[in-house]
């Protein structure tokens, strides 16, 4: 069994009036990526900051690696890591001074530095000012303070916000090379379609309330939502095709069926038939866009 680093349980926030997380439970494993999807003000900022200890829940208990992150001594704090989602450095310092201030706070090595301005793509600009790099090379600068001491717990928040695909790419390697380490990475994000793939896990909170929680497959196996088959055709005939209701032509050569859960086999099975001129089939489940909608909408429907 995968050991637990992070335990939300019937967490409550509010600010004031403003109740920013109902009753949230959630745990987090060793070796997990978990995305935590919402709209803005959802409340996942909030989320993150109770796990940093830097506010304190105004009902139930957060743990993190075995400790109230909120106590005063709470060692675990160095095993860490925490992107925010404005990142703000001194102007003034360079690259590899500003990893060195942070490096000396969290109480790691300064040898450390250089191998991580590496990681990230830094070293050749590490002797830069800070206020010379562009949104993309300071995010990554947060990143690199972010793994400063080989964190046990990361969380980042909308970490690839100013990065370009291939700065977003060599960051989801990194991210996959820490949860091959062990590590926990929480990302909040509201780029969905990057996630798919990348998360073992997704959880969607809405106006402070969990709404869903599981792998990308399970939510698809809860909100049974269709599958989308596409055909090209090999010419204009459609052959016995259309014989199956629920077809539409998307132009002369191609057409496409949603399939419910437990249809699509049957309908691949009718497909495959000699009379049917197909020379491409596509089968597209739903998106984590899809099953964000389905239970944003189930939600708002329900209450
Ligand atoms: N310090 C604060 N004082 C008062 N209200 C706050 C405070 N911090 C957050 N809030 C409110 O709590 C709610 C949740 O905010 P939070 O920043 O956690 O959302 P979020 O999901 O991270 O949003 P975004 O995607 O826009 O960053 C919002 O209504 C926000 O206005």
């Given at each position: 069994m995968t050991a637990e680093t992070v335990q939300v349980s019937g967490v409550t926030k509010t600010y004031g009036k403003v109740?920013?997380?109902?009753d949230v439970s959630c745990e987090l494993n060793e070796g997990e990526t978990i995305a935590l999807v919402g709209h803005n003000g959802a409340g996942k900022t909030t989320l993150i900051k109770l796990m940093l200890g830097l506010i304190r829940p105004t009902a139930g208990t957060v743990c993190v690696l075995g400790e109230d992150?909120?106590?005063?001594?709470?060692?675990?704090r160095r095993s860490l890591g925490y992107l925010p989602e404005n990142v703000s450095f001194n102007m003034a310092l360079t690259g590899r001074e500003t990893l060195s201030f942070y490096a000396r706070l969290k109480r790691?090595?300064?040898?450390?530095t250089p191998a991580l301005l590496e990681k990230v793509g830094l070293d050749a600009a590490a002797d830069r000012r800070v206020g010379t790099y562009s949104k993309g090379m300071r995010q990554r600068l947060g990143l690199a303070q972010a793994l400063l001491g080989q964190p046990r717990v990361l969380l980042l928040d909308?970490?690839?916000?100013?990065?370009?695909p291939a700065l977003r790419r060599s960051f989801y390697d990194i991210v996959t090379e820490l949860r091959s380490a062990g590590a926990t990475v929480l990302l909040s994000s509201h780029a969905l379609t990057e996630l798919e793939g990348r998360a073992d896990r997704v959880v969607i909170v809405n106006r402070g309330v969990k709404i869903a929680d599981g792998t990308i497959e399970s939510l698809r196996r809860i909100a049974r939502l269709p599958t989308r088959i596409r055909v090209k055709l090999a010419d204009d005939r459609a052959g016995g095709l259309f014989?199956?209701?629920?077809w539409r032509r998307v132009n002369g050569h191609q057409a496409e069926i949603d399939a419910g859960p437990g249809e699509k086999i049957e309908l691949l099975r009718s497909i495959a038939s000699p009379e049917v001129p197909v020379e491409d089939i596509e089968v597209v489940p739903p998106s984590l866009d899809d099953l964000y909608a389905h239970f944003l909408g189930s939600r708002e429907s329900a209450g």
């Open positions: 109740r920013a997380l109902t992150p909120a106590a005063g001594e709470f060692e675990a790691v090595p300064l040898a450390s909308e970490p690839t916000t100013g990065l370009d014989r199956t209701g629920g």
